[in-house]
Nanobody
Framework: VQLQASGGGLVQAGGSLRLSCVVS????????VGWFRQTPGKERDFIAS?????????YADSVKDRRFTISRDNAKSTVYLQMNSLEPWDTGVYYC??????????????WGQGTLVTVSS
């Protein structure tokens, strides 16, 4: 399974970005695909995940304010993370990953290269 993340950039506080994660590989159909954020000196924090086959989603408590929405486009083999009302603390490198297991505690074995999001105040 290979993942390619893109869509990061510089945005002002209050703005929006949509991150994309193109997933490829012959056996990723039943996988969970998740988005994570990492800031300097900190561990990667889970944001949201989606089951490729069913479209079921799960969000971290920190983003259950619905500023962030995860979705997928099967035809394009792409998972998206729509981020609205961005704040400076959303700044970080965003990674997508694919794994197996329950959406709440999936084991992520495959990682994309990350895309940088910078939110200015």
């Amino acid at each position: 399974v290979q993942l390619q993340a893109s869509g990061g950039g510089l945005v002002q506080a209050g703005g929006s970005l949509r991150l994309s994660c193109v997933v490829s590989g012959s056996t990723f159909g039943s996988y969970a695909v998740g988005w994570f954020r990492q800031t300097p000196g900190k561990e990667r924090d889970f944001i949201a995940s989606i089951r490729w086959t069913s479209g079921n989603t799960y969000y971290a408590d920190s983003v259950k304010d619905r500023r962030f929405t995860i979705s997928r486009d099967n035809a394009k083999s792409t998972v998206y993370l729509q981020m609205n009302s961005l704040e400076p603390w959303d700044t970080g490198v965003y990674y997508c990953a694919a794994g197996t297991g329950d959406l709440r505690r999936a084991q992520y074995d495959y990682w994309g290269q990350g895309t940088l999001v910078t939110v200015s105040s």
